[in-house]
């Protein structure tokens, strides 16, 4: 029989974002969200590019070209972020609450209980129309607490959007 010398070693802390990493299944969002992200944002890269090119050319001088280049080298950055910044999208259902994370630097775990839920709002942008995807938006009486859900089929955000309206229906009865 072997005797222990000092309390029980104590498991691992569990980041405050991810603290049921064992218990929660994520469903991830659509890949496709990349492309819409991607032609989003390069969209708006273009016209501040055309504008310093514009720039540059009626006024001259090296300040426009200088924005160009930094422009540029900006533009790569958020471009290879763009990929795992979609990754890291994430939803999980569970018996009285929807979680929903997303973030690279700045991580956000957002917690919406069914019963706070006021509505629940399903858009799609033209972008996202042509990639067949949708955004489910949820409501809660708090602004601050709302959270969305970008990059879904629409079967899945329609789907999503009568479960959770469903939930929230009887999760509220009792308040």
Not at 74 to 88: K, Y
Request: overall charge positive.
């Amino acid at each position: 029989m072997t005797e222990q010398t000092g309390p029980a070693p104590r498991p691992e802390p569990v980041s405050a974002l991810e603290p049921w990493p064992d218990t929660v299944r994520w469903q991830p969002v659509s890949r496709n969200l990349i492309w819409v992200e991607l032609i989003s944002f390069g969209s708006l890269v273009l016209t501040v590019a055309v504008g310093l090119v514009v720039g540059s050319v009626l006024v001259g001088g090296r300040g426009f070209t200088v924005a160009l280049i930094l422009l540029g080298v900006l533009a790569v950055l958020r471009v290879s972020t763009i990929f795992r910044a979609v990754r890291a999208w994430g939803y999980a259902e569970r018996d009285n609450d929807l979680l929903v994370r997303h973030g690279l630097l700045i991580r956000r775990l957002s917690i919406v209980p069914y019963a706070r839920m006021q509505f629940v709002d399903v858009s799609a942008g033209p972008l996202e129309r042509a990639f067949g995807l949708a955004t489910v938006q949820l409501h809660t009486a708090a602004a601050a607490s709302d959270a969305r859900i970008p990059g879904l089929p629409p079967a899945e955000a329609a789907r999503l959007r009568d479960r959770l309206t469903a939930l929230g229906e009887d999760r509220a009865e009792g308040l």
